[in-house]
């Protein structure tokens, strides 16, 4: 189902179950879905991210590297200030 560099979990059947197999690996579809749907959620927080891009297309690979830095460097503020709260 989809094209082939997409992953899509196994679905259940009317009448059957998912093995232990198909279960563990839908979680681990699941966990990796969520990290990067999070990430996108961060991207949007910029504007410019989320609406339909209205300045000059030459410079759009600029602008969402350097939304990417941002949020990057923001990312690990926000993990070095957790970590440091626990110690």
């Given at each position: 189902m989809g094209e082939p560099s997409i992953k899509t979990p196994t679905k259940k059947s009317k009448k059957g179950e998912l093995s232990k197999f198909q279960k563990e690996k839908n979680k681990e579809m699941a966990s990796e879905r969520i990290f990067v749907e999070h990430l996108i959620r961060l991207l949007k927080i910029f504007r410019v991210a989320s609406e339909?891009?209205?300045l000059n297309p030459s410079k759009y690979e600029q602008i969402?590297?350097?939304?990417?830095?941002?949020?990057?460097?923001?990312?690990?503020?926000v993990s070095s200030t957790i970590i440091n709260n626990l110690t």
């Open positions: 339909r891009f209205r969402i590297m350097t939304i990417s830095g941002l949020v990057r460097q923001r990312k690990w503020s």
